[in-house]
């Protein structure tokens, strides 16, 4: 049972954000959205993938006793960027967008703004 629990650990992570269709993270151009339903996995999924484009994403997320995400301050930094964004408590159909655009000879340009969700 362990050595399952194991695999499908691994499946999961290796499957990084490709399961959450609505997060694109490339060289190029970063997209992800954070709300109230995002568990901590999906945190960490974040984390390992945006760092694989070399963006240093550190967080210190709330959780209510539901294990809801009910507020996060977080830290976006990579090379010509860092932008930190907190959020006390996430409104009903609140998501937190996270969008930075890398162009070859320029600087990243960064945006973080809360958003309705759809």
Known sequence: ?????????????TAGLSLFAQNTITQELVNISISGETTREELMYLR????????N??????FDGNRH???????VKGTGFES????????????????????PGS?????IQPVSKK
């Open 48 to 55: 390992n993938d945006l760092q694989q484009v070399g963006v």
């Open 107 to 111: 600087n990243p340009v960064v945006n």
């Open 1 to 13: 049972m362990k050595s399952l629990r194991i695999l499908l650990t691994a499946i999961c992570v």
């Open 57 to 62: 994403f550190e967080y210190s997320p709330r």
């Open 84 to 103: 930190s964004y907190n959020l006390e408590q996430f409104a009903p159909n609140q998501a937190v967008q996270v969008n930075i655009t890398r162009t």
């Open 69 to 75: 995400l009910v507020g996060i301050e977080f830290t």
